[in-house]
């Protein structure tokens, strides 16, 4: 029950060749490569200072009544007191 050694890997290695072909080994490569270039990126976009689009602060703060807008049934029991 010795460890792992690199003959094991190589092996390893000869068998995946054989079962997937060297075509698919090297698109699974194509894209983890495409994989870790979009991380950067997006590791890289989180790093510069995100700025609201203007249109996202309202120019006109609306203020709301609480009393309009409180349940229509304590209203009528309110009218009717």
């Not at 790093?47 to 203020?63: G, I, K, M, Q």
């Amino acid at each position: 029950m010795g460890g792992v050694s690199i003959w094991h890997w190589i092996v390893v290695g000869v068998i995946v060749m054989l079962l997937f072909g060297r075509g698919k080994v090297s698109e699974l490569m194509g894209d983890v490569a495409k994989g870790i270039k979009s991380f950067k990126k997006g590791m890289a976009d989180d790093d510069e200072p995100a700025t609201p689009p203007p249109s996202a602060t309202p120019a006109d703060p609306r203020v709301i009544d609480q009393a309009t807008t409180s349940n229509p049934a304590a209203a009528k029991a309110e009218h009717k007191a």
